[in-house]
């Protein structure tokens, strides 16, 4: 009998041992991608390259949180990169030195840093409202939809930036005061320090998990991306909730574009460039379903951290730029296949 139960014992065990592996799938992967580069180039795991993917991965991750949120839909918004460049452009305007030659205001006396991080919000906000309008009430498929504004917005910020008399140049000069928002940390001594922007990120995805997992608003997200119809029939309002999260959203890059200005202290109309495909990448690699109705905020976080080491580990590494592009491409496209055959063993 006890030879029996020692048998029993280890298929249990080893069943126990691939569920957690099923589970912890996506952070194993992380921890392997940091030991494998860190063993490559001992550079990679110092403290002052951490801090930088940390302070890197916070705007990502803002962005991917905004980005998520509308998968979860079954949508997608296409427009989000560039309504972080917009966001950015305005912040950046408003927050010049007096002293900078090439003040875009130059009769504008000094904003607080606070306002006009609002106005970068509300300049985002307004165009996910207008992505929500028109797939919750005009029934356009969001790729569409998303594509037509991602457009129109890079129309806008290119007109903003191109003004008379000095024309389309970098936005520079920016206030200490806002700059400090984006480079700034609390010092814990030596090389070690927590940077506000990851605090802020940190705030942002608190605050995102609540929504999700604690309202009636996150309930009704996940219940149109499973199934519309029925998320209708139990008495979902479903263009509100639409409106709702693609508006969230919108505020999400809006914060960004402005933390973005401050991490880089400037800004140009190119700025958010191809930034929507790296989130709904970094979004699907983290477990959120391209079919709607799954996935996580730690899922999200987990992915962006593992798309920004990769990104920084190839750097370090010394792979040229072009085999980047193509081994990232590669990434999208399996964690994508995965979840499509993980959808259709479902059906």
């Not at 917005?153 to 200490?176: H, N």
């Not at 219940?223 to 979902?236: C, E, L």
């Not at 400037?266 to 799954?294: F, H, K, P, Q, R």
Request: with cysteine; hydrophobic share 55%.
């Amino acid at each position: 009998m006890a030879s029996k139960s020692a048998g029993d014992a280890a298929p249990s065990r080893l069943t126990a041992f691939k569920e957690f592996a099923s589970r912890q799938a996506i952070s194993l992967v992380l921890l392997a991608l940091v030991i494998v580069i860190g063993v490559m180039r001992p550079s990679f795991l110092s403290v002052a390259n951490l801090i930088n993917i940390l302070m890197i991965s916070s705007v990502r991750l803002i962005i991917a949180l905004g980005e998520g949120g509308i998968l979860i839909t079954r949508g997608t918004d296409l427009s989000a990169g560039r309504t972080v460049g917009l966001a950015a452009v305005i912040a950046a305007s408003l927050l010049q030195r007096p002293d900078y030659a090439s003040r875009m205001y130059p009769h504008l006396a000094s904003q607080p840093v606070l306002l006009c991080i609002v106005a970068a919000v509300s300049v985002g906000a307004a165009v996910g409202l207008i992505n929500g309008a028109v797939v919750a009430f005009l029934n356009v498929p969001p790729f569409i939809a998303t594509l037509g504004t991602m457009i129109m917005v890079y129309g806008a910020a290119s007109l903003y930036v191109d003004r008379p008399p000095l024309g389309a140049q970098p936005i520079g000069g920016l206030r200490d005061d806002f700059t400090g928002i984006g480079t700034g940390a609390i010092r814990f001594g030596g090389d070690w320090a927590l940077p506000y922007l990851v605090i802020i990120a940190a705030v942002i995805t608190l605050l995102v998990w609540v929504l999700l997992n604690q309202t009636r608003l996150g309930k009704n997200i996940y219940a149109i991306g499973s199934n519309r119809d029925a998320a209708v029939v139990s008495g979902v309002d479903v263009p509100k909730t639409l409106l709702l999260v693609y508006l969230m959203a919108g505020a999400l890059y809006g914060l960004a574009g402005a933390l973005l200005a401050a991490r880089t202290g400037g800004a140009t109309n190119n700025y958010g460039l191809m930034y929507e495909l790296d989130a709904i990448a970094a979004c699907v690699i983290g477990g959120v379903s391209t079919s709607g109705g799954i996935g996580t905020v730690g899922g999200v976080l987990t992915g962006v951290l593992i798309f920004e080491v990769l990104n920084n580990g190839l750097v370090v590494l010394g792979v040229s730029a072009y085999w980047q592009q193509i081994i990232k491409g590669i990434i999208i496209v399996a964690a994508v296949s995965v979840d499509i055959r993980k959808y259709l063993r479902k059906r």
